[in-house]
């Protein structure tokens, strides 16, 4: 996932942006940190590392010319756009909820923790979760697909946090983004996007690290993403998970480049 802003560059991301007439600043990369067995914190792995990439970028997008666009990476970079825009509302567009914590994921990714630690939950880790924030009712989950005795959606429930699950998506993606709009711009004067690539069908979209059960598909994607980024309160969007070695030859990442500059267009 570490290469995959180098390969979405190579395959024509900023090329696809000027060719709908959106004019785009390429701020280049933070330094490079691939992800490794960190045995003196086995349940957040690397968290000193991941903290001070969420706090160079957070530094970034506060800066940034216009809206901020962030590459991942993992999940994590969510960190950085959120704490870079202020407290923002928050739309989580993934296959899973990232509602596990260093207590209930004992193999200690902490891309798999994004929300637990945006929302402060029990057994997070304490300086991560102090670094940004945001409150349940700001966020949004967008296009999960799990069964409904998964514990994270359980936790989401106890949330009360607000969902639109996969299913939802696919008898309407342009109601259902609606939904998901009118529920941030309610609740913050501003609304950030996170996008991670496992929540799209992975048979026919295959760019994702993890791929889940069930999916979005690439236009459900766009439609989604043109209702969001229409907003006024719309402040920027982070796409991540993405893992260039799945992708083939042909097409390879165009069709996921045109699906994004498309719903940002």
């Excluded at 990232?98 to 923790?113: D, F, I, K, Q």
Aim: aromatic fraction near 4%; proline fraction near 9%.
């Amino acid at each position: 996932m570490d290469r995959a802003p180098g390969a979405l560059r190579a395959g024509g991301l900023l090329a696809a942006f000027d060719d709908r007439g959106i004019s785009v600043h390429d701020l280049g990369d933070l330094p490079d940190f691939r992800w490794r067995p960190d045995p003196s914190r086995p349940n957040a792995q690397n968290a000193g590392a991941v903290l001070r990439m969420a706090s160079d970028l957070a530094g970034v997008v506060a800066t940034a010319p216009g809206m901020p666009l962030v590459l991942g990476g993992d999940s994590t970079a969510t960190w950085g756009l959120v704490a870079g825009t202020g407290s923002p509302a928050l739309v989580y567009i993934d296959g899973t909820p990232g509602l596990h914590t260093p207590e209930t994921r004992p193999v200690g990714n902490l891309s798999s923790m994004v929300l637990a630690h945006l929302l402060g939950l029990p057994g997070c880790d304490l300086t991560l979760a102090a670094f940004a924030s945001v409150p349940p009712r700001r966020v949004v989950l967008y296009g999960e697909d799990l069964p409904v005795d998964d514990p994270q959606l359980r936790v989401a429930d106890r949330l009360r946090l607000s969902r639109i699950s996969a299913n939802e998506v696919h008898a309407g993606p342009a109601k259902s983004a609606a939904r998901a709009r009118f529920a941030v711009e309610d609740a913050a004067e501003h609304f950030v996007v996170h996008v991670a690539a496992d929540v799209l069908a992975f048979a026919r979209a295959p760019y994702a690290d993890e791929p889940q059960p069930g999916g979005l598909s690439l236009q459900e994607l766009t439609g989604t993403l043109a209702v969001l980024t229409a907003s006024p309160q719309f402040t920027g969007l982070a796409l991540t998970n993405v893992n260039p070695d799945h992708v083939p030859d042909e097409p390879g990442l165009a069709p996921l480049i045109e699906a994004l500059t498309a719903g940002l267009a």
